[in-house]
């Protein structure tokens, strides 16, 4: 069965000391509501329809990996789900230091179809049960689970009426406590949430897809001839370059005047279709996207990961695999920049469009590992040394660019990864 006992105070709830550090201060948190609340700060973003799990290490409860997949929307996958959940995050805690002393679960989701929060948590119950029993089974006991939802919180684990009423307790207001000053303080920022960062990475909609899509059309009839004549190859990547350039610089010239979805309106109304379509089909050369990835710090990186953005939003209909090659780009720049969070997230999106990508892989692996890019930074900037001098020739050996089933097949050697 299971060996998933708990410590317990006399009052009969676990007892949870995790102390995360922030700067060089600790704060350490010892309730649900505290937990509850520290939970963006965590991750770095508000998590929407996500499990997530928080390793806990020592006698001191120091947070150790974290892990956030999506709910399944059907029950039957919850067994696999939270199985394989707890063997990642068990598993890889042992790779990188210590099997951890105890997990804290998170289940947030938000009501549906005019449910209420605590109907959620009802829903929930079987799932957090499922995952206390496939941590147990590895022997980590699972210290705190907390559904998060319309604004409150439950324990699945607190027997205690007092501080855990059948009807929830209210989340503390955005910025109030403890946590969210000592984050304040530490330079520690939540942006917005996962449904929001998500969204701005997300394919076009309505009418102006459609136009995307036909944009996409000509550019891959256009560009078949070329590729297939092998003594134009290069000249393709050179233009792709070219004009993602261009396009940068374009960007560079008109900043937006406020952040955020706005921002990207702004983006998306700076970029032509016929102009997208033809970067987006390049990009699906290795080659150039390797060359395009050295755009990722000094006055480069801001328009860089802008026009990734814009570009991954224009892969719609039958492109949406070419999404891959700028949201891995888009999470590449991001965690060269220092925002893991979001990182983790474009690299997500960039597995879900092409599960095969190798090089969206090895980021998102080197990005939970918690490696340091400037590894790769390095290397980038040796490459690019190398290669001006030969005036920016290079062989491009890209990849078919039509939509399945209409062009040349997708993948051809070398290409894609």
Known sequence: MTNNHESRTPSGRPSI??????????????????????????????????????????????????????????????????????????????R???????????????????????????????LAQRIRLACGALDVPVLEALCLSAGRFWSYVCPDERCCPAEGSQLAAVGTSVMAAAATFAGLQVRGSLKD????????????AAEMESALDRAAAALVPKILDGASREEVGAETLTLARSLMRRMTLAPPVEGG????????????????ASVILGLQDREVRDIAAEWMEDEEAAPALRLWR??????????????????????????SAGDEPTARIALGLALR?????????????????????????????????????????????????????????????????
């Open 17 to 94: 000391s995790a102390a995360g550090s922030t700067s060089d201060s600790r704060i350490t948190l010892r309730s649900p509501a505290e937990l509850a609340d520290a939970l963006p700060y965590m991750l770095g973003f508000h998590p929407t329809d996500s499990l997530v799990m928080v390793a806990v290490h020592g006698d001191g409860g120091r947070f150790g990996g974290r892990l956030r997949v999506g709910i399944p929307a059907t029950p039957a996958e919850w067994e696999d789900t939270a199985q394989q959940a707890a063997d990642c995050l068990i598993r890889g805690s042992e």
């Open 261 to 276: 979805p706005h921002a990207d309106d702004w983006d998306d109304a700076l970029l032509g279709h016929d102009e997208a």
């Open 197 to 208: 960062i998500e969204g701005r990475l997300a394919p076009l909609r309505g009418a102006v």
């Open 310 to 335: 814009a570009l991954a939003r224009r892969c719609v209909g039958a492109y949406g695999e070419h999404a891959a090659a700028p949201l891995t780009l888009a999470g590449w720049v991001s965690w």
């Open 96 to 126: 990188r230091s210590s099997k951890p002393d105890g997990i804290v679960v998170f289940l947030c989701q938000e009501p549906q179809g005019g449910e209420s929060g605590q109907r959620v948590m009802t829903r929930l119950r079987p």
């Open 353 to 417: 469009a092409d599960g095969e990508y190798r090089f969206a892989q090895l980021l998102h692996h080197a990005c939970n590992e918690g490696i340091d890019p400037e590894g790769l930074r390095q290397c980038l900037r040796e490459e690019r040394r190398r290669r001006e001098p030969r005036s920016g020739r290079r062989t491009a050996g890209t990849r078919p660019p039509g939509r399945r089933g209409k062009a040349a097949p997708r993948r051809t050697a070398g290409s894609g990864q």
